[in-house]
Nanobody, 126 residues
Framework: QVQLVEAGGGLVQAGGSLRLSCAAS????????MGWFRQAPGKAREVVAC????????YYAYSVKGRFTIFRDNAKNTVSPQMLSLKPEDTAVYYC???????????????????WGQGTQVTVSS
């Protein structure tokens, strides 16, 4: 079983940047599809970005495309989204998750991720 711990959240002004990180332990994440999701107060959990296991093909939510980039380092067993040009609407708790699914549609659904980190708060002030 893989365990996940997120870090790197914080308070940033609009237009600023943050880089989150997700450190995995217990198993190598090389074959796992790793997803980042976020949940704002009163809203449903939504996908931010995914990086597929084995081939590292990436997928991004439309709202973050061009601003966020997800990186995987299999040697360090980490996955990190670099978030640029942050907006107040990016404010949420960000979660890292792991799945053994690879289908493009399935990996964008949070219900298909059985393993989750505890989350890290990102707050973007206007």
């Amino acid at each position: 079983q893989v365990q996940l711990v997120e870090a790197g959240g914080g308070l940033v002004q609009a237009g600023g940047s943050l880089r989150l990180s997700c450190a995995a332990s217990g198993r190598t994440i090389r074959i796992y599809t790793m997803g980042w999701f976020r949940q704002a107060p009163g809203k449903a959990r939504e996908v931010v970005a995914c990086i597929r296991g084995r081939d590292s093909i990436t997928y991004y939510a439309y709202s973050v495309k061009g601003r966020f980039t997800i990186f995987r380092d299999n040697a360090k067993n980490t996955v990190s989204p670099q978030m640029l040009s942050l907006k107040p609407e990016d404010t949420a708790v960000y979660y890292c998750a792991a799945s053994l699914m690879y289908d493009a549609r399935n990996i964008q659904q949070h219900a298909n991720y059985p393993t989750w980190g505890q989350g890290t708060q990102v707050t973007v002030s206007s």
